[in-house]
């Protein structure tokens, strides 16, 4: 089957710092028409930071959508025309303070593929070294070292809810049983 929808008219609806939001109109398979509300996003990038102890490099911070603090991957936006590979190094140091001797792609993913176009590069940064944090003045965060083992059992008692975080997490086990080799 043709899953195939044809976008037939465009109209932003909302242009913000950080995203835009847009009504599409579309032509259906069947040759009806529906919209389609969709959140423009300029993309980000994620790292799972590996130190040379197993533990993995994490951010508490507030986050207002939810209401609530939040351990995560450390993270953040694309910066207009900047590669991947710059944003994940950028966004490690920034909000944690270390500086990574190796950083690898390891895939992208679709965060909310329903509503929104973001694509989220997932970086794994290992042999790092510590220097000092610089987050963005708007940005109240800090960061701690934990196990793997003890974020797994964050994320099944609920603790831990950020999927991109979630993702890492498992990535992580994997490479520390040695189910996916890093390099």
């Known amino acids: 089957m043709n899953y195939y929808e044809k976008t037939i008219k465009e109209e932003r609806k909302y242009t913000g710092n950080i995203i835009n939001v ?12 529906a919209t389609r509300d969709i959140v423009r996003h300029p993309g980000a990038c994620a790292v799972v930071a590996i130190n040379d102890k197993g533990k993995m490099v994490m951010v508490e911070q507030y986050r207002k959508p939810n209401d609530m603090i939040s351990i995560e991957i450390p993270a953040g936006k694309l ?3 900047e590669l991947p590979e710059i944003c994940a190094k950028r966004e490690l140091e920034e909000e944690t ?5 190796n950083v690898k792609k390891v895939f992208t993913v679709h965060s909310s ?9 997932i970086f794994l940064a290992t042999d790092l070294i510590l220097e000092s944090a610089c987050p963005d003045e708007d940005e109240f965060i800090s960061s701690k070292e934990y196990s793997i083992p003890d974020l797994l ?7 831990i809810t950020d999927a ?3 993702i890492g997490i498992f990535l992580a086990d994997k490479i520390q049983k040695g189910e996916y080799k890093s390099s």
């Not at 303070?97 to 001797?101: K, L, S």
């Not at 593929?113 to 590069?121: A, V």
């Open 22 to 33: 847009d009504k599409l109109t579309v032509l259906l398979p069947d040759g009806k028409e």
């Open 113 to 121: 593929p329903g509503f929104c176009d973001e694509e989220l590069h």
């Open 164 to 166: 991109k975080t979630i």
């Open 97 to 101: 303070g270390y500086i990574a001797g």
């Open 79 to 81: 910066d207009e025309n």
């Open 153 to 159: 059992q964050m994320v099944i008692q609920g603790e």
